[in-house]
């Protein structure tokens, strides 16, 4: 099943207190997430806490699957860190600040694994 | 360190020499009486030498002059200069960047330059800015007349605890001297109001500006400050505020000065002296204004001249810019400062053809000529509200030639014509009326005449020579040659130390800050920071702890020690 | 035991002041009135202890000494044709007004993290200015408090308590009780749940609502559709009559704006319509600023430069032109051929393609801490943290300039120190 | 008639600044003159011989000099910057600021252009036959006044912001435009054949024609009926509202 969502980036407390802790699992259980609402994540017919892939023309990147019932249908958010930025639009429209939210992203269930933020970077070497 | 300047033409009006051919000796940075044969010999050429320029009122420095270069980029992108072995890169016109504020007053002669207005809250921020601009002797103005210990102190009558007050504000400001800007108005600008006069009353404070402003003016005399209280009055931009400043002015009767000096500078008068009653029968009133300064002798005040062109309004008055700003469709910052003031920031282009801005032009010349002392009229453009300070050449060649103002009367609205007297005036000023009005007297208003705007022995060894030999020149006729000269002076000297020479920075010393510590007794200190430590444990929104300017923010601190003398005030 | 009161917190824009430190054998030992933001930083232990060095970014790094690392930062500062300098958001602004010297004398392009934050505002203030007041303001007066795309509770904890919702003042002496707290956001965010109007818009319709709100407060709601980005018409009308209703009105907004699209130009719509609310009653409108001193990043790079940010001192002389200028601007066009990136971390918050170039170039990291950043660089070299162990200026998000505390002794060399080495030998490179 | 042709010595990574590469600049110079006229290669003072092959054929003043760019330019930035006469024939892609601030003559480019082509343009002609990118004729950042006047035609898309704060001039869009333009438009005509999205917010005068479909209009324009303009039925709006704007927007 794919879900065809919205996703924004953006600040969550955790993120922030792990921010000067980046090689650590605190860090990347605090920002690899993706929030969805329970009926966007019964759609995708898996449990919060799998693994989904989140693809768009821009990149994929894999993050666990986390309930938010503040998000509205279609929405998906993923903390501001890494894990979101394999997945944002880069074009900085003229204006020097790339498309960090409102990015059209195709979401599916996966049995790949979530990548820690070494071997993230390292894809990009 | 030694040095010799000879065959000068000194315009000295303080030591009463005017053109003669008088050699100065400078040693360790002062004027000294006579130098060793080892001295740098400077050859002036029979050219103009002055002391160095000293402005008493411009915007250089601190928040709103940052937020002007801020919401301006369009102003920082033309007068830019990339950097070279000894200047760092410039930027700005009616903004300039910090480097071109000292560089650029430093080129035309100027060495010493007081910001007009900072709120004691955000003084840290002026003295990051002052600490980087180069050459310059400095020094801030700190705003009292919006804050709300000044007003709970005046409703209370207790000058006393005001005093202390001020005292501390300005130690905690790093300050030079009272700001005092529409009195009153910065508190109603909290809530979008404004006062209309002197006699208006701040609502929860239960004080008006008339008050306000007495008040301020016996504490700053009571300190014995160097300056007196410099205020911006109410109704500022206002079709027939002169009305209100004259009611100001005349508040000044009530007061005693502690020194040789006014008790009350009244600054940018151009946007003070306005008749009619709107923009349609806007008129001058500049000769009201003038009148009344020829009549007395305790105040002061300087011209705010405006100069066609681009400019940046940056004022404390944060509802005159708001007004301003859907005046002219044009952008708009404000920058309320909790328990102190507001402030406001709009640009604004002068136009030559639009009526009320050639009067306004007209106005600010007329006040100048009007007014016979020009001790009492000192050379200022608001920088950058009437325009920038780097125009101060084209307003001396103005003062200087009638010849000039009447070419430039055909090139302006007709009505300056009807609405000023500007036309009908054929008074030069010379070239010691020059010195005054950007020395001697900006010196004297300032209460820094024992070292600042002459060049008698003891004072600082600060010091222009421009590229004009007076005896060779009739100002009146080859203004344009007095408008070129005083842009670029052929040599400034700072501190003994040539900075400038042919309109080039040769060197670029840092100049010291000036600030006022002055003492009053304990208990009134005391009694005094009660209030301070209420009004930071409930309302401010910083520690008392962080509040005020730390040591590492003034690195050349020049000091001046003030406190509380009794005086009579009526 | 060493107790400093009042010290200042280095994490978010709210700069709060009010902390209570204990240290104990030059250690922190303990922390009051922060939140768990600030204490995550302050108690935060987990720091590069030496400097390092590699070439090639695939092998592992090797510690250096300071000299070997300073001077390969400054050979390629020195080598480079179009070096990006950027970071400095979570330094002090001494740290600032090195780096600026720095990048003139180097010609390089200097960039700081509001370029991925809060940037667009500032392109925004160049159109229409910038409404404010200090915070002490809203806490005194304001009795509507919007926050637009701006998430207080996750951003900034304290920012509701100290200043704009709970905070009691002169005019509120109630507190909460007497301010009415508007939330306009794409999602419920926790925020959202606190407020007493919770205003749920489309994604990216920001800049279409906001313009209706204007039409309607400019006595043209007969223009406005039935509905504007999801918001019913009704809604917006009863919204401007709530805005309408304040004696002291202010609008927070984050990177719900900044970063959807339309950019700052959703900005610069809501300062208009702050401007314009002025018409009818106080209103300011304030930036959610992220890092302790990105706004004083911004200060002094205007004063000393006469642009805000993402200057280019190519030529010598100050070049501004975001699109054109800025860090991922010149990242992606891979134009960037060496890169120092400074208290600031381009390695976890720009785009895969700008860190895909970053991992391609000569890079020189300088910060306390490793992360992704540090994965992508040749030169690593650990400094002191700013306003714990190393005092100075910072400017809150409403541009009160504070003097951070040292809380600590550093270990190791300061921001200020390196820069200072770096500039100095690459004055040497050039034979000055 | 001076023809001068110009080609890229080797692949251009780091954008070049050329504003020097102008009619103005270039009229009754020798090949040697203008080899030695300055370019900048990021922080690197350069010349134009050094970066570029330097033909001259011919020699006479601006008016009658043309500017052949043979190669890729799509790293040369501010070309024709400024300029007041003659002629420039660019046969590939260039980069941004391309004939900002021309007064006069004409630039004809046969690929895309980058951001800010025809920034803050006053008067001449500008045709772009591929695409363009941000800021088409718009301003710079600050200043109240883009295009002032002059005429630019771009055969394919051009992306967000077609002239930002434009006073006059004309612009006209082949394809689609990104979001915002005519954004201020403060007395110029924008034409757009293809979509558009967002068009006329914040205009005081001028106007703005979509011919192909507005995928989001802007909440502030009065609908006044249908109007022909050039035998052509339009949906006719007036706006901005809010300041009163006396713009018009025409959408098919």
Known sequence: MTLNAILITGRTINQGATIENKTSSDYQEATALCELNSKDIGLLGIKPGSRISVKTDHGDVVVKLKENNGNPDGLAFIPMGPWANAVVDPDTKGCGMPGFKGIKARLEPTDNKVLSMKELIARYK | MELLIKNGAVFDPVNGIKGDKTDISVKDGKIVNNVSSKATVLDAGGRLVMAGGVDAHSHIAGAKVNVGRMMRPEDSRSGISPRTKITRPCTGYTVPNVYAMGYRYAQMGYTTVFEAAQAIMKARHTHEELEEIPIIDKGALTLFGSNWPTMDFVREKNMDKLAAYVAWGLLASRGFGIKCVNPGGGEMWGFGKNVTGLDDVVPSFDVTPREIIVSLMKVNEMLGLPHSVHLHCNNLGNPGNYKTTLASMELANQVKASKDRQVMHVTHLLFNSWGGTNWGDFESKADEIANFLNNHDNITGDMGQMIFGSATTMTADGPKQYANAKLLHAKWSNGDVELEDASGVVPIYYVKQISVHAIMWAIGLELALLTKDPYKMLLTTDHPNGGPFVNYSEVISLLMSNKKRQEEIKTVHEAVHAKTKLPGLDRELDFSEIAIMTRAGTSKVLGLLDTKGHLGVGADADISIYDIKPDQIDPSVEHAKIKSAFSSAAYTIKGGQVVVKDGQITATPLGRTYWVDAKVPQQHHDEMMKDIVRKFKNYYSIQLANYMVQDEYVSHPQVIKAGAIPVEVN | MTIITDALCPFCGCVCDDLTIIVENNKITDIKNACKLGASKIMGHHRIKAPMMRADKKSDFKEVSFDEAINEAAQILFKSKRPLMYGWASALCEVHKKGILLAEEVGAIIDNTATVCHAPSTLAVHEKGLPSATLGQVKNRSDVTVFWGSNPVHAHPRHMGRYSVFAKGFFQEKGRKGRKVIVVDVRKTETAAMADEFVQLQQGSDYLVISALRAILSGHADVVPESVGGVPKEQLVKLVDTLKAAKFGSIFFGMGLTQSISRYKNIDNAISLITELNAFTKYVISPMRGHYNVTGFGQVCTWETGFATAVDFARGAPYYNPGETAANDVLLRKETDAAMIIAGDAGAHFPADSVRHLARIPVVQIDPYWNPTTEVSNVVIPVAICGVEVEGTAYRMDGVSLRMRKMIEPTLPTDVEVLDRITERVRELRGE | ?252
């Open chain 4, 1 to 252: 008639m001076q023809t001068v042709t110009i080609k890229p010595r080797k692949e251009i990574k780091i954008s070049v600044e050329a504003e020097n590469i102008s009619p103005d600049k270039f009229g009754g110079k020798t090949e040697k003159e203008i080899q030695s006229l300055v370019a900048w290669m990021g922080n690197q003072k350069t010349t134009l011989g050094e970066l570029f092959s330097v033909k001259v054929e011919g020699s006479g003043p601006a008016a009658d000099t043309k500017i052949v760019l043979e190669g890729d330019f799509s790293r040369v930035k501010r070309i024709g910057e400024g300029m007041t006469a003659g002629l420039i024939m660019i046969n590939g892609n260039v980069d941004m600021h391309l004939g900002a601030k021309m007064s006069g003559g004409k630039i004809s480019v046969k690929g895309n252009v980058d951001s800010w082509a025809g920034r803050e343009m006053k008067g001449g002609e500008l045709i772009v036959e591929g695409n363009a990118a941000y800021y088409l004729g718009a301003g710079y950042r600050g200043e109240s006044c883009g295009m002032r006047g002059g005429k630019i035609t771009v055969l394919g898309n051009a992306l967000d912001f077609v002239g930002e704060h434009m006073c006059g001039g004309e612009i006209f869009v082949k394809g689609n435009t990104g979001i915002l333009p005519g954004l201020s438009n403060n007395g110029g005509k924008i034409v757009i054949g293809g979509n558009t999205s967002r068009p006329g917010s914040e205009m005081s005068k001028g106007t703005i024609i979509v011919n192909g479909k507005v995928d989001e209009m802007m909440p502030v324009f009065k609908l006044e009926g249908d109007e022909a303009v050039d035998g052509v039925t339009y949906k006719k709006y007036t706006g901005d509202v809010i300041g009163n704007g006396k713009g018009l927007l025409y959408v098919k």
